[in-house]
């Protein structure tokens, strides 16, 4: 199919980044994976862009005992290929400390009291500090009560609790009930307005963009409703199987690991209704007056909503891949989904009868994340004619990962005296236009926390609603003993998946 390609010019953009506030980080967990993989090239990324504080540094907190050099040695192996001036990477690593010690212990607590007033001294910094969760979700509750009374948390201190934040990975909880418990220890010892939980999704810029695409543009707007649009399919699709989570994954499963918190974050995003402003809480505001709106799943007849799969053996690129139940850790007998697809409605003016299909698996056959619109079809042919009664919807693609960038398909003539019509796709690439490809989200949501802006994290309310869609449901496969369907590891699609969607006379977007 043809393609058209836009070209904007760069002094049209209009940008504006704030450097992250003077402050210290303080990691728990600083010797896992998230650390690795994530933070610390992410913290990195700001230095190098200037955006990172002059007066920053980074206290790695974990139970292994090692001294600040052997903690520097090994970030500077897992940023060995980022660093490319050796002074600058040893100005970077030079802010960074190690202390260990047992979560439990207040004594821990205490000697990072004393660390953070020193590191505070010597850099300057007035008492910015970003405590950062970085451990097994069990452990969050000791971390904050053990922060609270170590006076670190500082929620009743008026000079401090606006520069004292607290960092929260997922999972916020496993159901609606341990949700509201963790907010529950947590706003005890912080203010909300102290609280960033993560989704990393909202920090990916094709995500964001899905605002400035909505609110910046006039042209979209007033066809973004039922008038005008079928349906909208929102597909993340990854091709990884579990890897070596198999203990937490199992006890999660599609639903809880990105469904809850990732897809519904995005379906928010994509129908909300526009917000008074770039401000923390009136977007957030609309998000949660969104996700409210969603109508409760039909729990009697959930089967005809909602299908699950588990991968079973199969081939990705190729190459062999083992079964969900033959993974490191998971039983033979595991009934955990790994795929999960689901019709839903948003019961508002906007949205009502419109159905989202939503999609999200692991070990599918590649990685896919994107947000498709599907317009409603011309209300007649005017070409029938030339025998040219089916006229293609448009479809606009809000490609999140990996080629970020938007596409929007329309009909045009072709060249030649006959009546031939053809879909044309107007795409923008992110990686065309601007060179490189989009940041990494932790980079965004870190400088977002620095800069104390909660716009891009989820709030209490929101965690709670999103819950409330999925617990229900949650709770009647444990009782009912739901089995998923299996799929082969590779596939696109599988024939119950393919019969929700086929149903309703649509047809799922290829990978
Ligand atoms: C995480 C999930 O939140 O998101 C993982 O726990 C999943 O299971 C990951 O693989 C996907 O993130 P991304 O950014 O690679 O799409």
Request: glycine letters at 6%; a neutral charge.
């Amino acid at each position: 199919m043809p393609e058209i390609t836009p070209s904007i010019s760069k002094n049209e953009l209009i940008c504006t980044e704030t450097p992250g506030d003077p402050c210290g980080m303080i990691v728990f967990g600083a010797s896992g994976d998230l650390t690795k993989r994530k933070l610390l090239s992410s913290l990195f990324a700001l230095y190098t862009q200037e955006l990172l504080s002059e007066k920053f540094y980074f206290i790695g907190c974990g139970r292994k005992d090692i001294s600040d050099g052997e903690y520097r040695k090994t970030c500077q192996d897992i940023l060995a290929e980022d660093c490319k001036e050796p002074s600058r990477c040893e100005d970077f690593l030079s802010r960074i400390y190690f202390i260990n010690g047992d979560y439990g212990d207040p004594s821990f607590y205490k000697s990072i009291k004393i660390k953070v007033a020193d590191l505070d001294k010597k850099n300057n910094v007035d008492g910015n500090h970003i405590f950062y969760l970085s451990v097994p979700p069990q452990i969050y509750p000791v971390i904050v009560q053990n922060l609270c009374s170590s006076g670190l948390s500082c929620k009743e201190n008026k000079d401090l609790v606006q520069k004292v934040r607290l960092i929260v990975e997922k999972p916020f909880g496993r159901n609606l009930n341990s949700a509201k418990e963790l907010n529950n220890i947590i706003l005890r010892c912080f203010d909300e307005s102290q609280v960033y939980r993560i989704d990393h999704y909202l920090g990916k810029e094709t995500v964001q963009n899905i605002l400035m695409f909505r609110f910046a543009n006039a042209i979209f707007e007033p066809v973004w409703n039922l008038q005008y649009i079928d349906h909208v399919q929102i597909t993340i699709a990854e091709s990884l199987g579990i890897e070596h989570r198999g203990g937490y994954y199992d006890q999660s499963g599609a639903v809880r690991d990105m469904f809850q918190n990732h897809m519904l974050g995005m379906l928010s995003l994509v129908a909300m209704e526009p917000p008074a402003s770039f401000e923390a809480n009136h977007i957030r505001n609309e998000k949660v007056k969104l996700l409210e709106c969603i109508r409760p799943l039909d729990l009697d007849a959930w089967s005809r909503n909602i299908v699950t799969g588990q991968y079973a053996a199969g081939q990705i690129d190729g190459k062999d891949v083992c079964g969900y139940k033959d993974e490191e850790g998971i039983t033979e007998d595991s009934t955990t989904e790994t795929f999960i697809a689901a019709k839903m409605y948003i019961d508002n003016w906007r949205w009502k009868s419109v159905p989202f299909y939503l999609r999200t698996g692991k070990r599918m056959k590649k990685k896919v994340t994107e947000i498709a619109v599907s317009f409603k079809n011309v209300p007649h042919s005017m070409f029938s004619c030339f025998g040219i009664d089916e006229l293609p919807a448009n479809v606009l693609i809000l490609k999140i990962q990996p080629n970020e960038g938007i596409e929007l398909s329309f009909q045009a003539k072709r060249p030649g005296s006959k009546m031939c019509i053809s879909t044309l796709r107007m795409n923008f690439n992110y990686a065309d236009l601007f060179g490189t490809r989009a940041p990494e989200a932790y980079q965004r949501l870190l400088l977002d926390c620095m800069t104390g802006d909660q716009t891009l994290f989820i709030r209490q309310d929101d965690v709670e609603v999103c819950w409330s869609l999925v617990t229900p449901l949650l709770e009647k496969w444990k009782t009912e003993k739901m089995t998923p369907f299996t799929y082969p590891a590779g596939v696109e699609s599988f024939s119950q998946a393919d019969a929700l969607i086929q149903n309703d006379g649509k047809k799922w977007r290829k990978l």
